[in-house]
């Protein structure tokens, strides 16, 4: 529990999108009511007075530090996500190196991917359409590439490319100016695919960091979307993680997961996050060889959010309690809630149609 000159007056959700869906905004006004139960605090709807010390819960990674340290984010210890200084930190861009004399933006450092080379994946960052073909050119000398809009989530909108004329279509698309500023990942394609999770919540001086494998499902439209993931969290850092017996393929998951996020708390000065969500991708290239690595980060509440703070609250109320299984449910149409179920959205979206999202914790293990 914070320490009395840390108490929080109020949770606030700060919503820093364009548009929000009906159902998203849901899932957040409950996570919001999660973290305030943890800080033993309400959710505030709006700040009353410059002095509150709020507890905030962004629905993207914060970018601009210099905007946000005055609104009261100074520290984890301030909210619920990550910030960052630049757009393309806060994205899946940051996730290759750019291809050779390449155009970026302001910001960029080829640091990042330097360190994070054993973590990665065969891939490029581009900010223009010359760029990515050239980048694609030598890409698909080894395959096919998966073309990754990087701004957006749950697997939507990417594509896997067969040829230079392919991607020439879809780049005609694309606005140049958004593509200058965001970039767009060209990425190895893989095959027999298994993607891991790897993260950590960090709240209320309580950590538990996790393992956990994603599940797909189909929405109404018949697109391939996150369907959920179940997971394993343990009370501590990556390091109480690997003490569990591990398969090697999971082994090696966590380990990139935390070479990734190391590199870039070397490579982005004044980086925060207190939920770190990572994806680990484990499958064949088009040469048949086993490849794994890091696809993306999500330094700001997702899909596995509500099993993160779920497991936090059970940490929080049972100091003895080490471990947990979770798991995370997003079904579109009709759903039969378990008995365990904690509900965080179900009714019909103007947007999505029918879907529920819950989350339960599976079991609990003591020493």
């Known amino acids: ?12 959700l700060l919503d820093t999108r364009e548009h929000t869906p009906e159902h998203e ?45 005055e609104q009261g984010i100074a520290s984890i210890a301030d909210f619920f996500g990550g910030l960052v200084t ?4 806060a994205t899946k861009a940051i996730s290759h190196p750019l291809p050779a004399s390449a155009t970026f933006p302001l910001g960029w ?36 590439l998966r073309l990754k809009p990087v701004r957006a989530t749950a697997g939507r909108g990417q594509k896997v490319i067969h040829s230079l004329e392919v991607l020439e279509g879809e780049l005609q698309q694309m606005d140049p100016d958004e593509l200058a500023v965001w ?21 209320a001086g309580i950590t ?22 179940d997971l394993v969290l343990v009370r501590g850092d990556y390091d109480a993680l690997l003490q569990l017996p591990l398969e090697d393929p999971l082994r090696l998951a966590i380990t990139q997961a935390r070479t990734y996020e190391q590199a870039a708390i070397a ?49 929080a109320e049972d100091p003895a309690l080490r471990r947990v299984r979770a798991s995370t449910h997003e079904v ?22 029918r879907i529920c999202k819950y989350a339960r914790i599976r079991d609990y293990d003591h020493p």
């Open 1 to 12: 529990m914070p320490r009395r000159n840390d108490l929080k007056h109020g949770v606030l």
């Open 25 to 69: 905004r849901a899932v957040h006004r409950k996570l919001a009511e999660h973290l305030a139960a943890l800080l033993r605090t309400d959710v505030v709807d709006q700040s009353v007075d410059e002095q509150d010390n709020l507890y905030y819960l962004p629905t993207t990674t914060l970018i601009d530090l210099q905007r946000y340290r």
């Open 86 to 89: 630049h757009p393309y930190m």
């Open 109 to 144: 450092t080829d640091d990042f991917a330097r360190r994070a080379s054993d973590a990665l994946l065969k891939g490029y960052t581009v900010f223009s359409r010359e760029d990515a073909l050239a980048a694609a050119a030598l890409l698909l000398r080894e395959g096919e």
């Open 183 to 203: 970039g767009l990942v060209l990425e190895e394609n893989l095959s027999e695919v298994e993607t891991f999770s790897v993260g950590q919540a960090l709240v």
């Open 208 to 229: 538990c960091s996790y393992y956990g494998v994603q599940h797909c499902t189909r929405d109404h439209q018949g697109e391939t979307v996150y369907g959920g993931s």
């Open 267 to 315: 490579a982005f000065p004044g980086f925060l996050a207190s939920r770190r969500n990572y994806d680990v991708a484990r499958g064949l290239s088009g040469a048949g060889q086993v490849r794994s690595g890091v696809l993306e980060q999500s330094w700001r509440i997702g899909g596995a959010s509500s099993a993160e703070l779920l497991a936090l609250r059970a940490f």
């Open 332 to 353: 579109f149409g009709d759903a039969v809630l378990p008995a365990d179920a904690t509900l965080f959205y179900q009714g019909d979206d103007r947007e999505v149609g």
